[in-house]
């Protein structure tokens, strides 16, 4: 299945702080889809909680949850959010991929 996924303390504190304003469980899902400029895009939504075949991973009490198809895809990876003059936003570092675009969102395997 290759190695879990993780959260860097960063985006647990940010999930965090988005599930406490939302007043949902400090739940991450990030699941792939096809498409983007580069084949396939991330997709981050708050979850009430994991499902039962996701792969869950915990930092700083914040749990991030992957479904067994995404994690074929992004299996390794690091979730980060970053701040910087031209915004914020949650970044993969996807060890997996093997192309990607200029606006983060989208990579290829």
């Given amino acids: 299945m290759?190695?879990?996924l993780s959260l860097t303390p960063a985006?647990?504190?940010r999930v965090a702080w988005i599930a406490t304003r939302q007043s949902k469980p400090a739940v991450l899902?990030?699941?792939?889809?096809?498409?983007?400029?580069s084949g396939?895009?991330?997709k981050f939504d708050l979850a009430?909680?994991?499902d039962s075949?996701?792969?869950v991973s915990e930092t700083d009490g914040v749990r991030l949850v992957v479904d067994p198809?995404?994690?074929d895809l992004v299996s390794g990876s690091v979730v980060d959010f970053?701040?910087?003059l031209g915004g914020a936003a949650f970044k993969v570092e996807n060890p997996n991929a093997a192309a990607g675009c200029g606006c983060g969102s989208s990579f290829g395997i």
Avoid: I, N, W
Wanted: net charge negative.
């Fill in 82 to 84: 970053v701040e910087s």
């Fill in 40 to 42: 396939f895009q991330y």
């Fill in 53 to 55: 075949d996701d792969t």
């Fill in 2 to 4: 290759g190695q879990m």
């Fill in 11 to 13: 985006a647990a504190a």
């Fill in 29 to 37: 899902r990030l699941s792939v889809e096809g498409g983007g400029c």
């Fill in 48 to 50: 009430d909680g994991p």
């Fill in 69 to 71: 198809v995404s994690l």
